[in-house]
């Protein structure tokens, strides 16, 4: 974060920040450090909204859903012109995040001075709002089948749900991929796991109207849920304990 360094040179530098769930408490100190060191913070448009209630008087520019590229790019040419430039991801940057496409970018921009500031990805900040799913261990798998395969999908999922591990879904349902979910609750049925698995969901993790439930694998199949959820699939340690969602670790209790 020195910031006198980057004034003596013409170039400018891109921080690649996790800013958490949503909320500032859910920040890190690196996070917020990086913000309030840029001239320019960049993101999709959902996420500079928050940011703006944050920091107000910063210099923002967003960008729709679906150009991430285009919005990577835009970091480098700000960074080009001497600025210093935050682009902004929710949960973790490394994490279904842009790090790795601003990463990729760099040698083709010749500019290679660029922090990857983690966060709190939605599994750990979910999973602290239904208790403790995670305990053990857990995977993650993300259902969006814009990048990658649904073929590939099923084949992790068989192996996450044969493998006995706590599963997290990100992705979960979008408006034109309604029927994923479902398709990938049937496989964990299908490798055996009890539809009656004691699963939960999070929705608006750290963020206005944030709602959870806990609820059975199969229950899983008719819930509200949305793009802006994340969904924990229990394993044969997780129990439900006073309203919380707990998998064991072995501890003779
Ligand atoms: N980089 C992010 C993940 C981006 S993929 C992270 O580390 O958390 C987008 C998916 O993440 C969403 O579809 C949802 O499943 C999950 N997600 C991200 N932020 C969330 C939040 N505040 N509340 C609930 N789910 C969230």
């Known amino acids: 974060m020195e910031r006198k360094i980057l004034k003596e040179d013409s170039m400018g530098k891109i ?3 996790g800013f958490g769930p949503g909320n500032k408490e859910n920040m890190t100190i690196d996070a917020l450090n990086a913000i309030e060191a840029s001239d320019i913070i960049i993101g999709y448009t959902v996420y500079i909204e928050l940011m703006k209630k944050m920091y107000p008087l910063k210099e923002y520019q967003s960008t729709p859903m679906r150009s991430e590229i285009e919005r990577c790019r835009l970091c480098f040419e700000k960074a080009k012109e001497g600025k210093v430039v935050s682009l902004i991801c929710s949960g973790d940057a490394g994490i279904y995040g842009m790090a790795s496409p601003v990463l990729s970018l760099a040698d083709e921009y010749d500019l290679h001075d660029i922090t990857i500031i983690p966060g709190v990805t939605a599994a750990v900040s979910g999973g602290a709002v239904l208790g403790s799913p995670l ?24 192996a996450a749900a044969s493998g006995g591990f706590v599963t997290v879904l990100y992705n ?3 408006k034109t991929r309604p029927g994923l979910l479902n398709e990938a609750i049937d ?10 698995t004691p699963s939960g969901y999070v929705k ?17 199949k008719t819930a509200d849920i949305d793009m802006f959820t994340t969904v924990f699939i229990g394993n044969e ?13 072995g501890y003779k209790i």
């Open 237 to 249: 340690e997780t129990e439900v304990i006073n309203d919380r969602l707990v998998t064991r670790r």
């Open 204 to 220: 608006n993790i750290g963020r206005d109207k944030q709602e959870y439930k806990i609820l059975t694998l199969e229950e899983l």
């Open 172 to 174: 979960p349902r979008s």
């Open 15 to 17: 921080f690649v920040v």
């Open 187 to 196: 496989i964990f049925i299908n490798e055996g796991v009890s539809k009656d």
């Open 135 to 158: 305990t053990s261990d857990f995977c993650v798998v993300s259902l969006s089948n814009a990048l990658t395969p649904w073929e590939v999908i099923v084949k992790r999922l068989k």
